[in-house]
């Protein structure tokens, strides 16, 4: 469903066909895991089946001996580099070095000439292990008895972005605290309080590919082929590690099996590296679904929140503590957690907000991005209290909204920093809750909900891109984007199409090869069409401009009355092919015209993105569900989700990409859990880890693409593809708490739901978590 | 491990030189049908048979879904795509359409035989329950011929069944009787799960007295549950909503869960009832024909 479409534009705003579906469908597109090197050899790792332990020795003799076997790596083979990185905090080694912290940390990595004698090699490796006391949970890991996961003073990565890091206390790695008003003072006197703990699972972003790499190490340059989202960020920290200019490490990423943010960051990259360089050869390493499991996921988090209002439901105040478990190293946990801080007011006005969040060290796999982090994080708790504050006042939960949220220009940030609001929020909540009929009667087991908030999107808004017309007017657009399944490759076509007029079918988007490629920073954090795509339409309107410039001195008129359409230069009848022009150019069948294209936070045309962050993604859902009390299974009837992106690029792209963040929202509310045993992942499998079938979908599902052309992008168009995820669990527990089922923690398995009204309808038992 | 161990691989080209083979080779030779049972067994290590035996060829002699008259015969390698699309079957025992519907998914569903389901033996399979419940009967073939047991006699223990080394599961047979309505109520934590406990139960109505009644149960005991006392609670008795609810009660307290990454004891336990207890009212309805 469109609401309003732009228009004006021949590529922009239509909804073209996936340039690499037709290779996808054919088996035809190559994906890290297809690809051979010559004198290539296979990687497997030895994985440690102790959270915590002591490394007291390992004997590799037995495996080094076996034929086919070429290397075996272990930690004093790094003694020579500084081991250890992380973007954020330096805070992990390549390989484990004389402690392990997690159960499935690399302790031993073996080359050889097939995968099965790598495998068989693994086995004979002997390591003996003392283990040390087990810090699993966050509320071991907060117990000031608890053993320290990390000592000595942090280390600051390359790309944490986020000014002073501050100092470790305890196990909390980062701190993070927003502070406005008098928190005290402003809810002393409010008529409603509302105040609760809730707790969030760790989930995994599954993704069908898992962590691939292939890596040729030599003295002077390291060559790597991954599965990686932001190949530009790996190239310099595999620079930083193995002590080689940025230049020197060459990394090209073909097609990617989905990536979520599983694959953001730095993963399997420099364990790869280092097999080479023992090995002296190619090394191939991909992991198995269980090892990806235990390579990157999503934070679990546990939370207290409390909210008051005054009698007519304006709101007054909000308070939130929480914390975040990162796993034994912090990977992308400081970012995670500021998020999940600026989530949490929620898109309101507050007279006070305090919170405070925290970021916390344990013994289980190391937790990263995953799309919508943060705001999924705290979005459902943060709504939910709204909803219950509403309850209590009387009042509808959309009118709740209407009367509370910030409407455009007003600040977001509680202290008023950073970038004002940049939607209609109130327009958004409005279509999504009519969608799902909000109006209508309904039957006593049947609730609805509807949640708002932001995410903070953009990253760092760094992009360039380069865009090469050819002597026969073929053209080729040069970007770092991730190709993952999202779409980047035919947005960036149409917009470069548009500038240049010509048919999107002749643009080629090629994958990065950073030898090449001009730099972008990353994809994630619905960025790429936003800046990316900034970096495309600049550069592909400076080739538009040298074509017009030899244009008007073919037919000497002024440059604005030449017009670029269907691959032709025209100025009134007279027409000439783009090849002719390049001809005319050079004077010769050669040549080519080749312009860069830059997006940076200051100057220029690009100026608003130093406010930070580049946009406020909207996160906006509308749910009806229908509870079956006996066996506490709830039923998803019907669902909207809202993509506000300014101006869809492609229109059809838009509605898949919010329907797959629905997907995962979905999964991550209903079926998705890490199942941990004293540090252990139990379900670290595709038939016990539970992402969500087709035949689980909903009834009715709508997705509502907004386009007020409102967003700093080119055409006024923003990202998307990650709000509705955080949206989705949001309206989903409010539809239950509507339903009479309040839920203070995910997911709502139907054991969950159904214990939840056996506590309901006994209330002389605590409302415990369960 | 993610690769079996290596073994030997026969197509067998008729059920006499199956059996042949399966009685030359003793315990070390499991038949393979579907494989979706057994390949997962043989990737985790968790079975390691020196030879496989398989039957995929032998769909002429061996994957049907015949009325013989008195009796509906299914042969063992007839897959679950063909079970749920069935007329014959959705017309006496809707209970397997049911059941079929939320068995898996298409690609388990277009291999997966009802042979291989029966002799996995797993106490949260589906069909073991609609067996139970309808008084289905195993015919298993020897090198000596054939034998015919019900399906209290065919479970013998979890993963454990009546086959002998040497045999092979050739047929189930459902006896016709009139009055007959059926129906599968499943939980699960998403579509194409395993059930966290699931209820079959199929009902004879004559006069609107209960004649008879079958109730099997999925992943609320060691083995599939036959719950036997339920089922005599009901016998001759007229069928009612506070009969069914009675009937729950019992299947609560006579089923034996174990905990496990579906679900705890006392839901399951929980569930076993509420399943009952709809199940049979369906089934019910069916058999009185007030619901389609
Ligand atoms: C992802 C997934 C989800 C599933 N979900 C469900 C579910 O929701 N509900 C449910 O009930 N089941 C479920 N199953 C189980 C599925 O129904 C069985 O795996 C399948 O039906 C087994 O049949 P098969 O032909 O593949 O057996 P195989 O794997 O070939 O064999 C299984 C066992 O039976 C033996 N065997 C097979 N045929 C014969 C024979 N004729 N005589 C003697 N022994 C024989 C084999 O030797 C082996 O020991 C699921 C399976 C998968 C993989």
Redesign the pocket.
């Known amino acids: 469903m469109t609401v309003v479409t732009g228009t004006g534009t021949r590529e922009v705003g239509r909804s073209r066909t996936r340039l690499d579906a037709r290779e996808k469908l054919r088996g035809e597109a190559m994906f890290t895991g297809d690809m051979e090197v010559p004198g290539m050899l296979y990687g497997r790792v030895l994985r440690s089946q102790h959270p915590h332990a002591e490394i007291v020795s390992i004997n590799t003799s037995a495996a080094e001996r076996m034929p086919g076997v070429a290397a075996v790596l272990v930690g004093r083979d790094l003694l020579d580099i500084d081991p250890y990185y992380g973007h954020a905090i330096k805070d992990r080694p390549i390989i484990a070095i004389e402690r392990v912290r997690f159960s499935g940390e690399p302790v031993a990595a073996v080359a050889a000439e097939d995968e099965a004698t790598a495998e068989a090699a693994l086995a004979a490796i002997e390591v003996v292990y003392e283990e040390l006391p087990l810090v699993d949970t966050i509320d071991k890991a907060l117990d000031p008895a608890a053993p320290l996961l990390h000592e000595g003073p942090i280390r600051p990565g390359l790309f944490h972005g986020l000014g002073n890091l501050g100092e470790r206390d305890g196990n909390i790695g980062y701190r993070y605290r927003l502070d406005s008003g008098d928190v005290a003072g402003e809810s002393a006197g409010a008529a409603f309080v509302t105040e609760g703990e809730y707790l969030f699972p760790a989930v995994y972003q599954y993704a069908m590919e898992t962590h691939s790499v292939i890596a040729d190490w030599k003295p002077n340059e390291i060559a790597i082929w991954a599965s990686c989202q932001h190949p530009f960020l790996v190239q310099a920290e595999i620079a930083d590690l193995f002590g080689l200019p940025i230049g020197a490490v060459r990394i090209q990423v073909p097609y990617l099996g989905g990536g979520f943010g599983s694959k953001s960051y730095t993963k399997m990259e420099p364990l790869t590296v280092a097999l080479s360089r023992k090995a002296r050869a190619p090394v191939k390493i991909v992991n198995r679904v269980d090892e990806s499991m235990v390579t990157s996921r999503r934070h679990g988090m546990r939370c207290w929140m409390r909210t008051t209002a005054d009698a007519d439901g304006t709101l007054l105040t909000r308070e939130s503590r929480f914390w975040l478990d990162t796993g034994a190293y912090m990977d992308n946990g400081p970012r995670v957690t500021a998020t999940a801080a600026d989530s949490a007011p929620g898109p309101y006005r507050w007279r006070a907000v305090h919170i405070d969040a925290m970021c916390v060290y344990c013994n289980t796999a190391p937790s990263g991005s995953y799309r919508a982090f943060g705001a999924t994080h705290l979005q459902w708790v943060a709504e939910s209290q709204l909803d219950e504050l509403a309850r209590k006042a009387g009042i509808d939960p959309l009118e709740m909204r209407r009367r509370n949220l910030l409407r455009p220009g007003e600040p977001v940030r509680p202290d008023g920093s950073g970038k004002p609001l940049d939607a209609d929020l109130i327009g958004d909540v409005e279509r999504a809750a009519a969608a799902v009929g909000w109006d209508e009667p309904k039957g006593p087991l049947v609730g609805r909900g509807v949640s708002v908030g932001l995410l903070a999107a953009g990253a760092h808004p760094v992009s360039r891109a380069s865009v090469r017309m050819r002597a026969d007017g073929s053209v080729e657009v040069s970007v770092g984007t991730t190709e993952m399944g999202q779409g980047p490759r035919t947005v960036m076509a149409q917009i470069a199409a548009e500038e240049l007029g010509c048919s999107s079918d002749r643009v080629r988007v090629l994958g990065a090869d950073t030898r090449f490629t001009p730099y972008d920073r990353s994809t994630g954090a619905s960025r790429s069409t936003t800046l990316a795509g900034k970096a495309v339409q600049n550069a592909a309107a400076a080739v538009a401009a040298k074509l017009r410039e030899t244009a008007c001195e073919v037919w000497d008129v002024a440059s604005e009355l030449i017009e670029l359409r269907d691959g032709k230069a025209a100025y009134g009848d007279l027409e000439m092919e783009f090849s002719e022009v390049i001809a005319k150019r050079f004077g010769f069948t050669g040549g080519e015209i080749i312009e860069g294209g830059e997006v940076r936070p200051m100057g220029g045309d690009t100026g608003s993105y130093a406010e930070g962050p580049v946009f406020w993604e909207v996160c906006v859902a509308a749910v009806e569900v229908e509870v079956d009390p006996e066996l506490g299974k709830v039923n998803v009837t019907r669902t909207a989700t809202v993509a506000d992106v300014g101006r869809a690029i492609n229109p059809l792209l838009v509605e898949r990409q919010d329907e797959g963040a629905f997907m995962q929202g979905y999964g991550n509310a209903m079926f998705e859990e890490m199942v941990y045993r004293d540090g252990e992942l139990i379900n670290d499998n595709l038939?016990e880890y539970r992402v969500p079938r087709i035949q689980d979908l909903p009834r009715q599902m709508t997705s509502i693409v907004v386009e007020n052309e409102d967003g700093p992008g080119p055409h006024g168009a923003k990202g998307c593809g990650e709000g509705a995820l955080a949206a989705v669990p949001a309206a989903i527990v409010n539809a239950l708490g509507d339903a009479g089922v309040p839920i203070t923690q995910l997911p709502l398995t139907p054991e969950r739901v159904w214990r939840r009204l056996q506590d309901l309808s006994e209330p002389q038992s605590t409302e415990e978590l369960t | 491990m993610q690769t079996p161990a290596s073994f030997d691989y026969e197509r067998a080209t008729s059920v006499e030189g199956a059996i042949a083979s399966l009685a030359r080779l003793g315990p070390e030779a499991?038949?393979?049908?579907?494989?979706?049972?057994?390949?997962?067994m043989m990737k985790l290590r968790l079975a390691q048979p020196e030879h496989l035996i398989d039957?995929n060829d032998l769909e002429a002699e061996l994957s049907y879904i015949r009325d013989e008259g008195g009796e509906i015969a299914i042969g063992?390698?007839t897959r679950?795509v063909d079970l749920l699309k069935s007329e014959l079957l959705a017309q006496h025992f809707p209970v397997f359409r049911d059941a079929e519907e939320?068995?898996?998914?298409p690609v388990?569903r277009n291999?997966?035989?009802i042979?291989?389901?029966l002799?996995?033996a797993d106490p949260?399979?589906?069909?073991s329950a609609v067996c139970t419940a309808v008084k289905a009967k195993a015919v298993i073939r020897g090198t000596d011929g054939q034998r015919v047991v019900p399906m209290d006699e065919f479970h013998v223990a979890p993963y454990m069944t009546a086959?002998n080394d040497g045999e092979?599961?050739?047929e189930i047979r459902l006896p016709l009787f009139p009055g007959a309505g059926s129906a599968h109520e499943k939980v699960?934590r998403r579509a194409?799960?395993?059930?966290i406990a699931a209820a079959s139960a199929a009902v004879w109505v004559d006069r609107s007295t209960i004649h008879d009644v079958g109730i099997g149960l999925s992943a609320v005991g060691l083995t599939t549950v036959h719950l036997k006392r339920a089922e005599e609670l009901l016998r001759g008795k007229p069928p009612s909503e506070e009969l069914f609810q009675q009937a729950g009660q019992v299947a609560s307290e006579d089923c034996s869960p174990m905990a496990d990454g579906r679900g705890p004891v006392d839901y399951k336990r929980h569930l076993a009832g509420v399943l009952t207890k709809r199940a049979l009212s369906r089934a019910t309805a069916r058999a009185l024909k007030q619901e389609a």
């Open positions: 038939l | 499991r038949v393979i049908a579907g494989g979706h049972s057994l390949l997962p039957i063992a390698l679950h939320v068995i898996a998914d388990v291999r997966g035989t042979g291989g389901s002799c996995q949260a399979e589906d069909l086959v092979l599961l050739t699960e194409g799960d395993w059930a």
